[in-house]
């Protein structure tokens, strides 16, 4: 199995700290990486599986500048492998330039059964890699996955549909795209933390996965970032106050009156 | 090299009939044509889609393919997909308008593959660019802290467009248009997935798309019982339906049908009553479409309170049941 995960800066931190500056997102360095939160439910997917059927798994990102301590806790909580396609020429890409260059790792790594993605990454938050993975390798894909099981050579997948879910049985190798419902990613354990510390990743260059650095990252884009703003909210709340919070509460439901609104 | 013309729309039914978001894609796609001057198509793929494809007239396109297949009437990837591509490559269309929907979001990055073309989900915002024609592509990105612009030379421009953000025309059962039935053979060998199994979820009571007052709850509420009693009282007064943030869905304190967000649900009722929830853009990116908002937050500082129209500082404990006895008996009266 291989799981596809991306290092964002942390999506819960307050939205004050994110700041548009020369068309690039910034944030404080307090505000610390983490992996993505549908990648760690694309990882515990693939951790369940291994905890009942085994396996290897293989986690796989892309980027430049990985924080090593980030990054390897995929390792930590049960990974076996760690791949980074780490290179100044992966930076700024897009949906296809992304998909395009794990899809080229993904062949180098070989045999798989499953790759497992997050449904969007906790960034750009465009929801297409997974996708455009099984386009490429020409494999199928389910999205949105609350439950992932193997039996007889195929996966049984619990697909969210907006009244409910479908069950879904595909062929393997595939794609499958999980988002939460899974379960969060179980902690890691001290033996784990250790093992990972001791492990190294694998580093990919372009030219490791047979690409052109002028052909990946944001020389590689098909769709051109014009620009990155954030517009202006001006807070026009209305605080209703009363001598106790409770009187404030009845007091809202006056003035809603009065508005008309209820 | 094929020329790329006119702005097709992919319609998608609701229990045999034509579902809103396709009528706001219509909407909107009406006025992109009638900028571009050209014409506006709508593609409807389904077991029966004849009704469905006169209402498509009625709320804006010229032109209907209506694609009947049995095997369509469920959504399956590797057969929709197929024949959406088939049609496409038919008549080139220069913008294709995908609903931001569950299967909008399955289909339109397959197909862009396919097509070797790029897509923008989730866009809130469409309009062209006079001197270039070309579609400008505005979506929120960072869990909606920001938004972004885009756009791409290589045809046909794709995006999906987030629900309830564009306006639908008003129906016009005159206006002229053409059906084409449009046959597709489908290669069943292609289909790599089956469906063995469709289990409803849904709560009975109002579906939440459609309430018109929402009384939504956020990790504040601590658990799952407040939002069968403080929070469903609430809503039963007003004839609404209870919802939730991302984290009492994510803990299981609440059915994920009722997780309001980027990732859940997006609802636009007429008031929404948004409880100990903070209002990180994740949440806000569900229900800032809501006509008034109305924030009970313990914290004076929570992000919430910028998007709301009313608010009131305090512990939701303290604050609801007040507020849902004077309402009672200002209702009453």
């Known amino acids: 199995m291989i799981v596809c995960c991306k290092q964002v800066p942390d ?13 690039k997102m910034t944030v404080p360095p307090e505000v610390k990486p983490v992996i993505g939160q549908y990648e760690e439910f694309a990882l515990e997917a693939a951790l369940k599986i291994k905890d009942t059927a085994g396996g290897k798994i293989t986690a796989l990102s892309l980027g430049n500048n ?17 791949v980074l396609l780490e290179d100044k020429a992966f930076e700024d890409g897009d949906s296809w330039s992304t998909a395009d260059a794990l899809a080229a790792a993904v062949k180098k790594i070989g045999t798989y059964d499953i790759i497992f993605c997050g449904r969007q990454s906790s960034d750009w938050d465009a929801g297409q890699v997974g996708l455009g993975i099984a386009e490429i390798l020409g494999i199928p894909a389910v999205t949105l996955a609350r439950k992932a099981g193997i ?18 049985e595909v062929t393997l ?40 650095p002028s052909k990946t990252g944001a020389a590689g884009r098909r769709s051109k970032l014009d620009k990155l703003f954030q517009p202006v909210k001006e807070s026009k709340c209305e605080i209703i106050e009363g001598e106790t919070v409770a009187e404030a509460g009845a007091k809202l439901a006056v003035r809603l009156r009065e508005a008309k609104l209820l | ?87 496409v490559k038919d008549i080139s269309p220069r913008v294709i308008l995908i609903g931001q929907t569950s299967v909008g979001r399955d289909m339109a990055p397959r197909l862009a593959f396919r097509l070797g073309t790029s897509v923008t989900t989730d866009c809130l915002n469409l309009s062209v660019d006079p001197a270039t024609k070309l579609l400008v592509q505005t979506r ?34 005159s206006r002229k248009g053409e059906v084409i039935p449009t046959e597709v053979d489908i290669d069943t060998s292609k289909v790599r997935t089956k469906i063995l199994e469709t289990v409803k979820e849904e709560a009975v009571g109002i579906k939440l798309e459609d309430a018109p007052v929402i009384v939504s709850g956020g990790r504040g509420m601590g658990g799952p019982q407040p939002f069968q009693t403080v929070l469903k009282e609430l809503a039963d007064l007003l004839h609404g339906a209870v919802g939730a943030s991302r ?36 949440h806000t990116a569900g229900c800032s479409g809501s006509k008034h908002i109305i924030a009970i937050n313990k914290d004076p500082e929570a992000n919430i309170f910028r998007e709301a129209e009313f608010g009131v500082v305090g512990k939701y404990e303290e604050v609801v049941p007040a507020f849902t006895s004077k309402l009672k008996e200002l209702l009453a009266g």
């Open chain 2, 140 to 173: 929120p990105v960072y869990g909606g802290n920001a938004q972004a612009v885009f756009t791409s030379q290589l045809m046909p421009q794709m995006v999906t467009v987030r629900a309830k953000t564009m306006s639908p025309l008003e129906r016009d059962a």
């Open chain 1, 151 to 168: 039996s007889d050579g195929k996966a049984k997948v619990e697909r969210v549909i907006p009244d409910g879910y479908q069950v879904i």
């Open chain 2, 247 to 282: 984290p009492p869905a994510d803990n299981g304190w609440v059915p994920e049908h009722l997780h309001i967000g980027l990732t859940g649900k997006i609802v636009a009722p007429d008031i929404y009553i948004a409880i100990a929830i903070s209002g990180a853009s994740q």
């Open chain 1, 173 to 212: 190798p595939a794609v499958i795209v999980v988002t939460s419902g899974i379960g969060a990613l179980r902690y890691a354990t001290l033996k784990g933390i250790m093992a990972a510390a001791k492990k190294q990743p694998v580093v990919w260059k372009p030219a490791d996965i047979g690409l052109e």
């Open chain 1, 11 to 23: 999506p819960e931190a307050p939205p004050s700290v994110f700041k548009v500056v020369n068309n």
């Open chain 1, 66 to 82: 990985f924080v090593r301590d980030v990054i390897k806790k995929a390792l930590a909580v049960g990974a076996d492998e760690l």
């Open chain 2, 1 to 87: 090299m094929a020329e790329y013309k006119g702005i097709l729309v992919c319609g998608e039914l609701a229990d045999g009939k034509l579902a809103s978001i396709t009528t706001e894609l219509l909407g909107c796609g009406r006025k992109l044509a009638d900028e571009l001057k050209e014409e506006l198509s709508c593609l409807l793929a389904s077991d029966a889609v004849s009704a469905a494809a006169k209402e498509a007239i009625a709320f804006g396109a010229d032109k209907v393919y209506a694609v009947e297949h049995p095997t369509l009437k469920e959504y399956q990837a590797d057969s929709y997909t197929q024949v959406v591509e088939k049609v």
